[in-house]
């Protein structure tokens, strides 16, 4: 039961304290198809080995911005509203 929400996901390997850096979606022929983890960046990397696991997320205070993209945070109509809440 969590009566308060954390500010940070936590990495879902067995023993590991790093702050969650993507989600993970597992499908068959993974074991886990059908349920969503977090990872640090450096088991994000060691579940990807497995078959049948895709990045649906990342997050974390490294967003390195992919060249080619258009900057579309800093359009001014519509765009992601961040801030109040
Ligand atoms: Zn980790």
């Not at 080995?49 to 109509?77: C, M």
């Amino acid at each position: 039961m969590t009566a308060r929400k954390r500010p940070a996901r936590r990495c879902s390997w067995h023993h590991c304290s790093h702050p969650a850096a993507a989600t993970v979606a597992f499908r068959l022929p993974n074991l886990l198809a059908g349920s969503r983890r977090d990872y640090c960046a450096t088991h994000t990397s060691q579940v990807r080995l497995a078959e049948g696991t895709v990045v649906v997320a990342r997050f974390g205070p490294h967003q390195p911005t992919l060249p080619g993209l258009p900057d579309i945070s800093a359009g001014r109509r519509g765009g992601p509203t961040r801030g109040k809440g």
